[in-house]
């Protein structure tokens, strides 16, 4: 391929990225990905600090569960689980949203970089 093919095909896919970010789909795209990751956020923020909170201002996780194992110890797993499972879910749908991102910008070069 020559010099003048290559700058014609990079020509081609050419993308806009102020009309990309203006496009409705851009806009839906986005909001999805907040109604995502805002939630998950929180989740996590609440349940991680909850610990602290409730072994600084209560004796509810000092009582035993199992034999001598605390509720504390409970929570403490729980954490670590937590934050493999949000990772699990977070990974499969990034890679979801990195679907549909390249969708937007594949739409957007096909329109010529136009909304």
């Given at each position: 391929m020559g010099q003048k093919e290559r700058i014609d095909s990079q020509e081609k896919r050419r993308v806009d990225y102020v009309n990309v970010?203006?496009?409705p789909q851009?806009?839906?795209?986005?909001a999805n990905?907040?109604?995502?990751?805002?939630p998950l956020t929180i989740?996590?923020?609440?349940?991680?600090?909850?610990?602290?909170?409730?072994?600084?201002?209560?004796t509810f996780l000092n009582t035993p569960a199992f034999g001598d194992i605390s509720w504390v110890w409970i929570f403490a797993f729980s954490q670590f689980l937590?934050?493999?499972?949000?990772c699990t879910i977070?990974?499969?749908?990034a890679n979801s949203f990195d679907k549909?991102?390249?969708?937007?910008?594949?739409?957007?070069?096909?329109?010529?970089?136009?909304?």
């Open positions: 970010e203006s496009s851009f806009k839906r795209f986005m990905k907040r109604k995502f990751i805002v989740f996590f923020l609440v349940f991680y600090f909850l610990l602290p909170i409730l072994t600084s201002y209560t937590m934050v493999w499972v949000l977070y990974v499969k749908k549909e991102a390249d969708q937007i910008i594949e739409e957007q070069i096909k329109k010529g970089g136009k909304s």
